[in-house]
């Protein structure tokens, strides 16, 4: 069993305060009244216990919002490739929620599995995750109904856990028993009291969230009615834009542009949104998802369908942020559970 | 331009170096001041060397796009020159150009440009002296006010704390009052779908968030019962009204007093017939933005507008019939004391507020979507052939899709706030439409209600003001 410690709230931004020696730290911070995750300078810009969750995951810290794969100049005649820095410094996501640690799991599983992306793989290796779990949930959030836990240590290296009057601090990896090293002395060790906590916030989180649970078998149901007219109706308000997308943990989509003028330029990865009509849409002008309906269903299938097996996670981590921030109030736990009440009412074939 | 330029854009520090020159790029109309550029060196008249030209057909073909991407590229300054007015090769283009540069320098000065580095000036193919005053009186100026700042999120800045807004709303509807209303709106969407007046009614339905609404198509009288009413109902349904329009020949749409202006607009442009929509306003409580009542209502009364087909109020449902041409948008003011906290500071600082606002743009253009306004089916945010917007998400593309987002709305823009309730980053988008609105309404009057008046950015008078051009 780990060693885990109890520290006040003053231990706790000295030790993050220490992590800026030698690591980039990144953490919550209000900027214009908005919580989003930045780069600080002193742990003083740190928000450590927010009263709610940032307004995206820290997902553009791994996966940029745009980033170049490569650049190219025009000199003496020729053209000269070069590739972009690899990104080598060490940085710290402090205050991850533990939704937002399981969305950058989901992250991993694209990016590393298969051919792996050398720039997203250089940055995770040298990234070291602190997630905080959740004291409460917000109106939002849904984690428990799509099978993950405001506890959840899946994506942590180290775990903060709210105490009264304090934190727990849990290593769970080798890399977080590396980043928290030596700076254990003068911390107490945690009880084992302060260990029952955890189950503690897990029940009484658990029971703030009222949505009835996404059932793992429903993933077949949607891919039986993927031609169901369900659809049309369910996403009729869907304004087309990728809110959505771009604040959600998991999503992972982009696209690739040249930013170029008469001498150089660089290919850029830039996010995209399987929501945005030319996301698809083909140079023969064909685009296989005409409609936005469509192009919605395929956002929800991609987080609750396209399993490879019933063990397989969601790729939803229920984080709420889409629910939230939607312009047309639409609500994927909702639209999930009215298609498959649909289809299995109608049948899987019911006309469009 | 060299590839030095494009580097500084793209984060480096810039610092001002002994003997520096500004970039001047200067976009010239080929009937006039293109000439008169060569009348000038047919002369042998000398002036500074800081100017690049681009030669265009006509100054009304040049886009606020051109003068965004020639600071983009990192020019320090920006000259636009053209006929004089009369003299337009095309009649009127410089008429209409006027207008459009009027209103587009103003919001440049508002994010924080100096307007010492935009230019305007008419210069004939006969004047080859002004010219090159012209050229020697812009570089002088571009010099003084330095190297453009970085399009970029300023490190380490605090920030601006704007003045608080006040405004006592519309007038408060308590629970019983609402669930009245509620009553009347659902007998009369009811009534126009059984009476085969609409094939749909566009409204407001229950969410699943605490004080949030979804828009909903109803397309049968017993579905009116899902209709809401309240402080939840923040969306602006006349953005869906076009594409309803393509499954039924005639729609119904609840309406907000906020919401009037725009299919006021849409039907002005050309988007709706009058005939294939019914306008169902509600008396409104004001919307809430969390626990506050929204910024756009503070300063708003809740009474539908005449445009409305049907009012539907606390006592009951009335027809409406006011002549529209002399309705005028009730346009909110809460936000005029911010504006002019920011511009009373100075550009860098104004500078540095946009540019960490924009620095937090995602690109997810939920401000298009939300726009009833914004209904191009291609937006220029994804033409490729020139790629005006750049589509990485980062600075400058932020800034140059959210001004000309701004700019392509302004005259057109009715203050529903829909762009800025949307947007995840809380970029103030409703600060710049309604500086916007401001100042279109200063120079070129009012934003009427009457669907029969030409929005002004497409309109021209030969007396229109231009103290600004050279």
């Known amino acids: 069993m780990d060693s885990s410690w109890k520290l006040t709230e003053a231990q706790l931004r000295e030790w993050l305060q220490s992590l800026l020696d030698a690591n980039s730290v990144i953490a919550p911070v209000e900027e214009d009244g908005v919580l989003l995750f930045r780069r600080i300078a002193s742990e003083d810009q740190a928000v450590v216990e927010p009263s709610g969750k940032t307004r995206w995951s820290p997902k553009e810290f791994l996966f940029p919002r745009s980033e170049a794969l490569y650049r190219y ?73 799509v099978g993950y ?63 009835s649970p996404v059932n793992r078998e429903w993933s077949r149901v949607l891919e039986e009615g993927f031609e169901h007219g369900a659809w049309d109706r369910l996403a009729q308000h869907c304004l087309g834009c990728s809110v959505c997308a771009y604040v959600c943990p998991s999503c992972s989509c982009f696209d690739m542009n040249h930013q170029a003028n008469a001498w150089c330029g660089e290919q850029c990865r830039s996010w995209d949104a399987c929501t945005f009509p030319l996301f698809t849409h083909h140079a023969s002008g064909h685009n296989p998802r005409k409609t936005k309906q469509e192009r919605y269903r395929q956002r929800v299938l991609h987080k609750f369908a396209f399993r490879e097996g019933d063990d397989e996670p969601f790729r939803c981590v229920g984080c709420g942020r889409c629910v939230a921030l939607c312009p047309a109030g639409l609500d994927i736990v909702n639209t999930v559970a009215a298609a498959v009440e649909a289809i299995r009412e109608e049948g899987a074939d019911a006309a469009r | ?262 299919i006021s607009g849409l039907i002005r442009e050309g988007q709706l017939r009058r005939e294939h929509v019914s306008v169902i306003g509600v008396q409104c409580p004001g919307v809430r933005d969390g ?36 309705a005028v948008l009730d346009t909110p003011d809460a936000r005029d004391k911010q504006i002019a906290h920011l511009e009373s500071l100075p550009h860098d600082q104004r500078w540095k507020y946009w540019q960490r606002q924009f620095s937090r743009c995602l ?25 005006w917007v750049s589509t990485a998400i980062d600075s400058p593309g932020n800034s140059t899709w959210n001004i000309i987002r701004a700019i392509h709305l302004a005259g057109r823009c009715t203050g529903c706030d829909e762009c800025a309730r949307v947007c995840p980053a809380d970029i103030r988008l409703d600060l710049i439409n309604r500086k916007l609105s401001l100042e279109v309404e200063r120079q070129y009057g009012k934003i009427g209600l009457n669907p029969e008046e030409k929005s002004a950015l497409v309109d021209f008078r030969m007396e229109d003001s231009e103290e600004f051009i050279l």
């Open chain 1, 73 to 145: 100049n025009f000199r003496g005649g020729t053209v000269q490739l070069e590739d972009p820095p690899m990104p080598e410094e060490h940085q710290v996501l402090f205050g991850v929620r533990s939704c937002d640690a399981s969305g950058l799991v989901r992250l991993d599983e694209i990016f590393l599995s298969g051919t792996r992306d050398r720039l997203y793989a250089a940055r995770r290796e040298n990234t070291t995750v602190v997630s905080t779990a959740c004291a409460a949930a917000e109106p939002e959030c849904f984690c428990t109904a």
């Open chain 1, 149 to 211: 836990s405001p506890v959840g240590e899946e994506g942590s290296d180290v775990q903060l856990v709210p105490l009264d009057g304090g934190w727990m601090l849990r290593p769970l990896t080798d890399k977080g028993r590396e980043l928290v090293g030596d700076a254990t002395d003068g911390w107490s060790a945690a009880t084992a009291k302060d260990g029952k906590r955890i189950a503690e916030i897990e029940r009484t989180v658990a029971a703030q969230i009222e949505r």
């Open chain 2, 1 to 262: 331009m060299t590839e030095a330029n494009v580097s500084v854009t793209r984060g480096e520090t810039v610092s001002v170096p002994e003997g520096w020159q500004p970039h001047i790029v200067a976009l010239v109309c080929n009937w006039c001041s293109y000439a008169g550029a060569d009348m000038a060196g047919t002369t042998r008249l000398e002036y500074p060397a800081n100017v690049r030209m681009v030669r265009f057909p006509c100054t009304g073909r040049m886009s606020p796009l051109m003068i965004l991407r020639a600071f983009e590229q990192g020019a320090d300054g920006v000259l636009v020159s053209g006929c004089h007015p009369g003299d337009c090769h095309y009649v009127q283009g410089n008429l209409v150009a006027r207008r459009r540069f009027t209103i587009f320098r103003s919001l440049m000065d508002f994010i924080g440009i100096d307007l010492k580095r935009l230019h305007f000036a008419w210069v004939s193919a006969a004047e080859g002296h002004k010219w090159a005053k012209v050229v020697t009186d812009v570089t002088a100026s571009v010099q003084e006010a330095g190297p453009l700042p970085r399009f970029d999120r300023p490190e380490g800045w605090d920030g601006i704390d704007l003045p608080e807004m006040a405004g006592s709303g519309p007038q408060e509807l308590d629970s019983d009052q609402l669930d009245a209303i509620r009553t009347h709106l659902r007998k009369a969407a009811s009534e126009m779908l059984t009476g085969g007046r609409v094939g749909v009614v566009i409204g407001y339905g229950a969410g699943t968030l605490p004080d949030q609404t979804a828009p909903i198509f109803i397309t049968d009288a017993a579905g009116c019962e899902k209709l809401e009413w309240g402080h939840g109902c923040r969306n602006n349904l006349s953005t869906y009204v076009g594409s309803a329009l393509e499954q039924h020949e005639r729609v119904a749409v609840v309406a907000k007093t906020c919401d009037l202006g725009a």
């Open chain 2, 291 to 326: 626990s506050e009542l929204a910024a756009k209502c503070l300063a708003c009364s809740g009474d539908p507008h005449p445009i409305c087909d049907f009012v539907v109020t606390v006592d009951g449902v009335h027809e409406s019939c006011q002549d529209l041409s002399t």
């Open chain 2, 363 to 387: 690109r997810c253009y939920a401000c298009r979507a939300a726009c009833p306004l914004c209904y191009c089916s291609s937006c220029i945010a994804e033409k490729h052939r020139p790629q």
